[in-house]
């Protein structure tokens, strides 16, 4: 409910604006260091810590870069980071075994970090696109994505990262009862501890473009993922989706697109109450780094509005390449 006002003049809006002392007192959602996870690129591939053309300032590193990267988080107070692996071509293939394999790129990294950076949380994704030959997250028979063959093959998925050390998996596949098996599998195998955070209401957007391109699946992919990713013109399918997910045992929750879909974290938080997360997805990203690269807007200021724009939706917190960047506007102050 809205307060009763008095009329103008008794009521004055514009006092608790006059002053910076003021306007922090008044301030009704604030961003932390603690809300950002920072999303990195690993590869093997040659031609590492090369600007990803489609997204000015993010490189794919190597594990040695990836180790740099942990460091960085730590030292800014960052408290996750979340590994997207750029996977050697010839490692792809029709049935993703690479992608459960103990030391593939994403397992092998893992293990480094933990080792030099225990303090760092680190979050992987589980789906099969950067190790499929078709391109897509799921297992693929005459032009079909398999639902339950493919979360066979995630359920190996996560219980391999789990054994890496992955301190939360990120099942970003949207094939129907992954999260129920996943962590059936692991209890079963004594991971009483991982955390699940699901992304459990991911949309079938155009602003993914950049980051297909940054893990090397645009030219792989095969028509598109409208079968298992959300329809965006969808809000009350999303609330039925974090239903079954925490139904399941996802510990937290994501929205994927966030600026766009600011509408569903607010409703998802509203509703469930549940550590709620979004992602300021590539498109996202290098919509406002490209435009503020060629000085069309002032790039901070758009970067910490659009973030803190997330907090207002209700967001606990954001994945985002700005990572870095906002952890230093926010130790500034």
Request: with cysteine; hydrophobic share 45%.
């Amino acid at each position: 409910m809205h307060p009763i006002l008095p009329p103008f003049p008794q009521t004055r809006l514009r006092r608790m604006r006059r002053t910076p002392a003021l306007r922090d007192l008044a301030q009704e959602h604030r961003l932390s260091v603690k809300d950002l996870i920072w999303p990195i690129f690993i590869t093997d591939v040659p031609g590492a810590d090369i600007e990803v053309s489609s997204m000015p300032g993010v490189v794919r590193r190597t594990l040695d870069g990836a180790l740099r990267a942990a460091e960085e988080a730590a030292e800014l107070g960052i408290p996750a980071i979340c590994l997207f692996p750029y996977t050697d071509p010839a490692l792809k293939t029709e049935t993703c075994e690479e992608a459960w394999n103990p030391d593939n790129l994403s397992n092998r990294v893992i293990r480094a970090i933990k080792a030099r950076v225990p303090e760092v949380a680190i979050m992987t994704d589980i789906a099969l696109d950067p190790y499929n030959a078709n391109g897509h997250d799921g297992l693929v028979k005459d032009g079909v994505i398999l639902n339950d063959e493919t979360v066979e093959c995630l359920v190996k998925m996560a219980l391999a990262q789990a054994d890496a050390g992955a301190d939360i998996l990120g099942p970003s596949d949207m094939m129907d009862g992954r999260i129920g098996a996943m962590r059936a599998a692991l209890e079963a195998a004594g991971h009483t501890d991982v955390t699940i955070l699901s992304y459990a209401a991911k949309y079938a957007s155009a602003f993914y473009g950049p980051f297909r391109d940054a893990v090397g699946a645009s030219g792989a992919l095969k028509g598109d993922k409208k079968t298992y990713q959300m329809n965006p013109a969808n809000a009350d399918e999303a609330l039925r989706l974090v239903a079954r997910d925490l139904s399941e045992g996802a510990d937290m929750v994501m929205v994927k697109p966030g600026m766009p879909y600011l509408d569903i974290c607010r409703r998802v938080k509203d509703a469930f109450g549940v550590p709620t997360f979004a992602y300021q997805v590539s498109g996202e990203y290098a919509m406002i780094a490209g435009a503020a690269r060629n000085g069309w807007v002032n790039g901070p200021q758009v970067m910490m509005e659009s973030l803190l724009a997330f907090k207002r939706a209700g967001c606990d917190g954001v994945l985002t390449y700005f990572a870095p960047d906002a952890a230093r506007a926010l130790r500034a102050g």
